[in-house]
């Protein structure tokens, strides 16, 4: 962590020739389980990482807005809070500020919240794997959020940090995501999970405290080129699952996630495949994660190890959302000794799985999964131990 807050610090110096006035970090996060639920009203089980996104930055007097990231070259963007004030907030408006349209999306929203700010100018880097699905842009969205009520002295809580940040990925980037990402960053604490209700934002801390086992988080280092696509397909298609069957009930279901699997098994038969098992998906997914978070405050992990084989078992037969990838990594984890379960987290196609391993095997097992996945895929995977850490937001 320490090397990297020094990477920005100089990066930092270098570019504004002067010493910060504040730094700080924002997690990334993992999804445990709870995968392509959040659409369907379902719950989620996430937590924040000690892997994230740091920030340096100053205020200005002179209304120009400088930033810089320590990860890009030829990455500083520069503008005037006037230009931020007039412009819309839409994609088109942002595109040209590239990377920065997050944290200048940020920005807008704020200023549309009311909120009185003047120049600033900041440098950030990250030490979350580029592309891996562990929500770099609600890291750095979340960041902005915190580095920006900190300069200015801005009245904003985590909650409404996550919903800013939420509208600037949506509105000024473009890209079209849930709450998830962007409220465990601003609200994770370290040694807890979230049980998060995507659809009412009613959150609980759940104990994630493994002591003799370790969560690997597993890189693919694929491309998730079909997750974009693939993600509308599956939420077009758990739409047409709940026209079918929301109205059978004697109070009509307004998403999938509220039927028990005891009320889906009484009219599946009235879907066609593939949204059988699209809708199966997602009505057994939200039930696995509401008895994961029973295991893990029952301290019973073997019992959530097999919740995350049965994840991604789902994720792979019934969702059709893993890949060649996804699947070679898990299967090279299952195989492991000490390895309790293993599943993909994120959008799939690509991106991060995750394994809940015994410590005493963690290392071993490392090894060994890195070496089968490049026997099978031909590349290499990146491998680390994960922990949890606090959002500068946290309660």
Request: proline share 3%; aromatic share 8%; glycine share 8%.
């Amino acid at each position: 962590m320490d090397n990297y807050l020094d990477k920005v610090r100089d990066c930092y110096s270098d570019y504004f020739r002067r010493e910060e006035e504040i730094d700080l970090f924002t997690p990334g996060r993992v999804n445990l389980i709870g995968e392509h639920i959040d659409y369907n009203g379902g719950r989620v089980l996430p937590c924040s990482l000690s892997v994230g996104t740091y920030g340096a930055a100053s205020k200005r007097d002179d209304g120009r807005i400088m930033l810089v990231s320590a990860d890009f070259s030829g990455s500083y963007i520069e503008t005037e809070v006037s230009v931020i004030e007039e412009i819309n907030d839409d994609p088109d408006s942002f595109r040209a500020f590239g990377w920065a349209a997050y944290p200048l999306g940020v920005f807008k929203k704020l200023i549309m919240r009311g909120h009185k700010m003047s120049g600033f100018e900041m440098a950030v880097t990250g030490s979350l794997p580029r592309g891996s699905g562990l929500s770099s842009s609600a890291s750095l969205e979340v960041l902005t959020c915190a580095v920006l009520k900190k300069l200015f002295g801005l009245e904003l809580d985590g909650v409404t940090a996550s919903i800013v940040s939420l509208e600037a990925e949506r509105d000024c980037a473009g890209v079209n995501c849930g709450i998830m990402d962007q409220f465990v960053c601003a609200m994770g604490k370290k040694d807890h999970a979230i049980l998060l209700d995507t659809s009412t934002l009613e959150y609980e801390y759940s104990p994630f405290v493994l002591k003799d086992h370790t969560l690997l988080i597993m890189n693919t280092k694929k491309t998730r080129r079909l997750a974009d696509s693939k993600y509308n397909e599956r939420r077009s298609e758990c739409e047409k699952a709940l026209l079918i069957i929301g109205k059978k009930f004697d109070k009509e279901k307004k998403n999938l996630c509220e039927i028990t699997p005891e009320e889906f098994e009484k009219v599946e038969e009235l879907l066609p495949d593939p949204i059988r098992r699209r809708a199966k998906h997602a009505v057994y997914e939200n039930r696995r994660t509401l008895d994961s978070e029973t295991a893990l405050k029952n301290g019973d992990i073997d019992f959530f190890g097999r919740l995350l084989n049965a994840s991604h078992d789902s994720l792979r037969d019934d969702y059709e959302v893993t890949g060649a990838e996804l699947d070679a990594i898990v299967d090279a984890a299952r195989a492991q000794k000490g390895v309790l379960g293993a599943r993909m987290t994120g959008a799939g196609f690509g991106g991060c799985a995750i394994a809940l391993v015994k410590k005493e095997f963690a290392d071993e097992a490392k090894e060994n999964i890195a070496r089968v996945y490049k026997e099978k895929i031909g590349y290499d995977c990146e491998i680390m131990k994960a922990e949890t850490y606090d959002s500068p937001f946290a309660e």
